[in-house]
């Protein structure tokens, strides 16, 4: 089932800034992967919001999951992102819409960067 997803402001900069820290550290082209990464996670997400590797996380907010991006890195055409270090934080609303929080370094304190 194709869902529509919504990607929140605070994920959206999340974003901005992996791909540019990207960018910086490593170069266009592997900013570019990691970017593609994230798009691909969007689309496996939005063909099953509970696929394989989604971990319910009620410890952090009720209805929330997580999702790493290691988890779509086969998923990728081409050239991949070999250590890929975030994991996406989403919900899936009453409406069916799946709704991510935040896009976040998989060593980051979850509880502290989720929205009430």
Same mark, same amino acid.
């Given at each position: ?10 994920? !959206?900069?999340? +974003?901005?800034? +992996? ?8 170069? =266009? =082209? ?7 990464? +994230? ?9 099953? =919001? !509970? *696929?394989?590797?989604? !971990? ?12 790493? *991006? ?8 081409? !050239? ?8 996406? =934080?989403?919900? +899936? ?24």
């Amino acid at each position: 089932m194709v869902r529509q997803l919504l990607v929140t402001d605070p994920a !959206k900069n999340d +974003i901005r800034e +992996i791909v540019r820290w990207s960018l910086k550290e490593f170069g =266009a =082209a592997a900013a570019l992967r990691y970017s593609d990464l +994230i798009e691909q996670v969007f689309r496996d997400l939005r063909d099953d =919001a !509970k *696929l394989p590797g989604s !971990k319910e996380r009620i410890e952090l907010l009720p209805g929330v999951r997580t999702y790493h *991006l290691r988890c779509s890195r086969d998923h990728v055409g081409g !050239k991949r992102v070999m250590e890929p270090r975030h994991l996406v =934080a989403y919900r +899936i609303r009453e409406d069916g819409v799946i709704e991510v929080a935040r896009v976040l370094h998989d060593s980051r304190d979850l509880v502290l960067h989720l929205p009430a």
